[in-house]
C-alpha cells in the first residue's frame, strides 16, 4: 500500500498559497503544507487558498503556530490561542482541510541542581483540566470532518505530557503525527510512544537527518527512511516532505522516484 498523499512544507522562497500551489504541482505532489506562523496566514483568506488549489489541482493540511500553548497559565494567553485554534478549524471545514498539525508544548521549566521542574508537571491539575477543556471546545467545533495531530517534537517521554496524550487520543479527532528527522536527531526518544500508538497514526513529516542536523534531502543521511515510509504506508498516512528549500525539495522527489514510490497529485 503506498502512503495516502505526499505534500510540500511552505517555504521561504514561496511563502504565498498561489508560489507554494504552484511549486507544490510542478513538484508532482498532492498539497502543501501552511504554516500558521507566516504573515500570509495571518489570518486565513479560504479565497485566496480556494483559488490556489483550484488553479493548480492542489489541496492543504495546516501546521499550527508553533508556540500556540493552549494551557499557559495567563488565562488571556491561553484564550487566545484557543480563540486561534477555533478559527482554524471553521476555515479548514469550509476549505475540506484534513489535518491540523500542533505541537503540544512542555511549558515553563526551572533548572535546579541536576533536573528541570516543569511547571505544569507541578500544576498537574490546571493543565490536564485545560486539556480537557481544549479537546471539547475542538471536538464542538470540528464536527468530525477533519483530525488534529499531535507531532512527535522529543516530549512524549515526559510523564505529564503522556497523560495530556492520552486525554487527547481518547478523541477521534486527535492522532498523531511522526517527525522522522527530529525523532532520530533526539535518538529515537519517541519511537516507543508512536509504536505503541500506531492506530493513531495519520501524519509524516518526512526529512533525512545527520546527528542533530535536520530537514536534510532524502537519501543524505543517517534515517532508515524505508521503514519509516513504510510505516507511513501500513497506516495509510498522508506525508509532508519537510525539507527547506526548493532544491532539497527536488533532490528528495528524485530520490523517491527512483525507488518506484515518487510523490503524484
Given at each position: 500500500m503506498p502512503i495516502k498523499e505526499w505534500g510540500i512544507p511552505t517555504l521561504i522562497e514561496a511563502p504565498g498559497p498561489m508560489e507554494a500551489a504552484g511549486l507544490c504541482r510542478?513538484?508532482?505532489?498532492?498539497?502543501?503544507?501552511?504554516?500558521?506562523?507566516?504573515?500570509?496566514?495571518?489570518?486565513?483568506?479560504?479565497?485566496?487558498?480556494?483559488?490556489?488549489?483550484e488553479k493548480y489541482g492542489v489541496g492543504f493540511t495546516i501546521h499550527?503556530?508553533?508556540?500556540?500553548?493552549?494551557?499557559?497559565?495567563?488565562?488571556?494567553?491561553?484564550?487566545?490561542?484557543?480563540?486561534?485554534?477555533?478559527?482554524?478549524?471553521?476555515?479548514?471545514?469550509?476549505?475540506?482541510?484534513?489535518?491540523?498539525?500542533?505541537?503540544?508544548?512542555q511549558g515553563v521549566y526551572f533548572t535546579l541542581p541536576g533536573e528541570k521542574i516543569y511547571l505544569y508537571d507541578i500544576y498537574n491539575e490546571h493543565f490536564l483540566g485545560r486539556v480537557k477543556e481544549v479537546i471539547a471546545r475542538c471536538e464542538e467545533a470540528a464536527q468530525g470532518e477533519l483530525t488534529i495531530c499531535i507531532e512527535s517534537t522529543d516530549v512524549f517521554t515526559l510523564p505529564f505530557l503522556q497523560e495530556a496524550l492520552a486525554l487527547f487520543l481518547e478523541s477521534p479527532l486527535f492522532g498523531l503525527t511522526f517527525d522522522i528527522?527530529?525523532?532520530?536527531?533526539?535518538?529515537?526518544?519517541?519511537?516507543?510512544?508512536?509504536?505503541?500508538?500506531?492506530?493513531k497514526l495519520r501524519h509524516f513529516h518526512i526529512h533525512d537527518a545527520q546527528g542533530k542536523k535536520n530537514h536534510l534531502p532524502l537519501g543524505t543521511g543517517e534515517v532508515d527512511l524505508s521503514w519509516h515510509l513504510g510505516l507511513a504506508a501500513e497506516?495509510?498516512?498522508?506525508?509532508?516532505?519537510?525539507?527547506?528549500?526548493?532544491?532539497?525539495?527536488?533532490?528528495?522527489?528524485?530520490?523517491?522516484a527512483e525507488r518506484c514510490t515518487a510523490p503524484r497529485p
Open positions: 510542478r513538484l508532482g505532489f498532492s498539497f502543501v503544507e501552511l504554516n500558521m506562523n507566516l504573515p500570509q496566514y495571518q489570518p486565513i483568506e479560504p479565497s485566496a487558498l480556494r483559488e490556489a488549489g499550527l503556530d508553533e508556540r500556540m500553548d493552549l494551557c499557559d497559565f495567563n488565562p488571556r494567553v491561553a484564550g487566545a490561542y484557543l480563540d486561534t485554534l477555533l478559527e482554524t478549524i471553521s476555515a479548514a471545514r469550509r476549505l475540506q482541510i484534513p489535518i491540523l498539525n500542533m505541537h503540544l508544548l528527522g527530529h525523532n532520530h536527531s533526539a535518538g529515537g526518544i519517541d519511537t516507543a510512544f508512536i509504536l505503541a500508538h500506531k492506530e497506516q495509510n498516512c498522508r506525508a509532508v516532505l519537510e525539507v527547506k528549500t526548493v532544491a532539497a525539495l527536488e533532490q528528495s522527489a528524485a530520490w523517491l
